[in-house]
């Protein structure tokens, strides 16, 4: 290495969520950082993240809320950086935010605060950001790093693989961080679009494609015990569109449902069947009038029709038949053609295996200096800020071992 050429602490490749974040860090502790990134703009996910408002993080965050192979491998790094420690930072740089729903904070006026704010802590602490930049190739040799670009050669002491994962690749999403796992030998774990819409072909699904814009509140239930990730129940919103079933219920299903199973989606969720169905007020009502007590009106009336039950008198309805709509009701089971892919999913599922790195401070146990952190690792959050959550705990047990 010539005396002209500079040799870094860090080389941050991906200036994405965690990589400006861990910059931002390092830089303040003193560390000489670079961030390198392909994209022409910086902070793309962030800025499209939670309908434009960022759900940054969320109160409730913890590793009950991540599917990994190794779940105990998060607790460390959410030990040292927690969601109050972010929601302090936030305040600190006066973001006015707001919780919308079970812990979700969001930003009041827009995402874009948050890709300043970081940009202002990666300011303040002198880090150099270079875009759009090509990484060509990322070498070891004794003095330490070597990350070739199209723009030159730089040498680090650590280099810090921080380029998420591959959903939404029309705004530069790859897997090169993998690519860089493989070259040294760490393992890497299946990887598929997580927290997705879900595609029908079925006819169970037919009956309900006229519906498309309908938002129900639901129980649903996917994934099978003993699979990777086991069983889940989330009581969310379902949305019906006219490609299938999204909304937070299904995104939150996606992750555990594995091609060629099924999903189970009780539509009354808190409401009890029976008391509905024996209600002596009801006698005389139409079968689907009874079910919009519960449901929007088109749905009430497509399921009163898919059990030729429309236009009925609910006191002429054997028990066969409240049977058979009871169960449509609270067990519609329905089996998935496939997910709508990386173009729609909000995560990628597994990742760099956590069992390759230091749960502390998240390097390569066989590479010391080369370090993973954010989406690239196998650590997939919930919907609900806790994706975010563990970029910003990831990058914070990375920049104090820099
Ligand atoms: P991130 O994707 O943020 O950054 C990676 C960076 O690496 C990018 O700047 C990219 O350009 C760069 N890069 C990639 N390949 C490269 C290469 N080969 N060379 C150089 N640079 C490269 N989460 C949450 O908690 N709350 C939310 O509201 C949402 N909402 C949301 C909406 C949508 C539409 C999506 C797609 C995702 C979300 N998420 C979310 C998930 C969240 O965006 C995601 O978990 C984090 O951005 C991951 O942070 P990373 O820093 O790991 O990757």
Not at 377 to 397: C, E, I, K, P, R
Request: glycine letters at 10%; a neutral charge; proline letters at 3%.
């Amino acid at each position: 290495m010539s005396e002209q050429q500079q040799r870094w602490d860090a080389v941050i490749i991906g200036g994405g969520a965690a990589g400006l974040f861990c910059a931002g860090l390092a830089g303040q502790l003193g560390k000489k950082v670079l961030v390198l990134d392909h994209a022409e703009v910086l902070g793309e996910k962030i800025r499209i993240s939670g309908g434009g408002r960022c759900n940054f993080t969320n109160i409730n965050s913890s590793p009950a809320n991540f599917l990994s192979d190794n779940p105990n491998f998060i607790k460390s790094a959410f030990s040292k950086y927690k969601p109050q420690d972010f929601i302090n930072l936030v305040k600190s740089c006066g973001i006015a935010f707001h919780e919308k729903h079970k812990g979700q904070l969001f930003c009041d006026v827009s995402a874009k605060q948050i890709v300043e704010m970081l940009f202002s802590e990666c300011q303040k602490g002198s880090v150099v950001i270079r875009h759009p930049v090509v990484i060509e190739q990322v070498t070891q040799d004794m003095h330490g790093w070597i990350v070739k670009t199209n723009h030159g050669v730089e040498h680090a002491r650590s280099v810090v693989m921080a380029t998420g994962g591959l959903p939404v690749p029309a705004i530069g999403a790859t897997d090169f961080a993998l690519d860089i796992a493989r070259q040294f030998d760490l393992p890497v774990t299946a990887i598929r679009p997580g927290l997705v819409p879900l595609s029908f072909t079925s006819d169970e699904f037919s009956n309900l494609s006229e519906l498309s814009g309908l938002s129900v509140p639901v129980k649903i239930s996917a994934g099978q015990k003993g699979q990777r990730y086991g069983v889940c129940y989330f009581d969310e919103d379902l949305l019906l569109t006219h490609k299938g079933l999204s909304g937070p219920a299904v995104l939150q299903a996606s992750s555990y449902w594995q091609e060629g199973e099924t999903i189970t989606i009780n539509w009354l969720n808190e409401v009890d069947c029976d008391e509905l169905f024996n209600d002596e007020a009801n006698r005389l009502k139409l079968t689907e009038t009874i079910l919009a007590i519960v449901l929007p009106q088109r749905l009430a009336k497509s399921f009163a029709e898919q059990k030729n039950l429309l236009g009925r008198k609910w006191a002429e309805v054997g028990k066969k038949d409240r049977q058979a709509l009871k169960d449509l009701l609270t067990r519609w089971t329905v089996k998935p053609a496939g997910t709508l892919g990386w173009k729609k999913a909000e995560v990628m599922l597994g990742g760099v295996d956590t069992r390759a790195l230091d749960s502390q401070t998240m390097m390569s146990k066989n590479h010391p200096g080369l370090y993973f952190i954010g989406e690239c690792v196998d650590v997939t959050g919930h919907l609900g800020g806790h994706n975010f959550q563990w970029a910003w705990s990831s990058a914070y047990a990375c920049a104090q071992a820099l």
